[in-house]
């Protein structure tokens, strides 16, 4: 669920935001999964997490390992 993939991003449990799906139509999930992931935390944490460290992965290299982040401020009123 949404609430529980926060946790793990916000907690820092989660390098890598990535699906297994094949179909065409998944990239518009994960254009919004981004969008969301920029808007509730940062762009820079957004981009660590669907495209550095899944490039990584793909060239065998390390990724980067992420702290926990706080959600932006007024994010941290509302239930996602």
């Known amino acids: 669920s949404k609430k529980n993939a926060f ?7 989660c390098e890598v935001v990535a699906s297994d799906s094949h179909e065409a139509n998944n990239f518009v999930n994960m254009k919004k999964a981004y969008q969301k992931i920029c808007k509730v935390f940062n762009k820079d944490f957004a ?34």
Do not use: A, M, T, W
Not at 7 to 13: S, V
Not at 53 to 66: F, G, R
């Open 47 to 80: 981009d660590v997490l669907l495209y550095k460290n899944p490039k990584c992965i793909v060239e065998n290299k390390p990724i980067d390992s992420l702290k926990p982040v706080k959600r932006r401020f007024i994010y941290n009123f509302l239930r996602l």
């Open 7 to 13: 946790y793990l991003i916000e907690n820092g449990l």
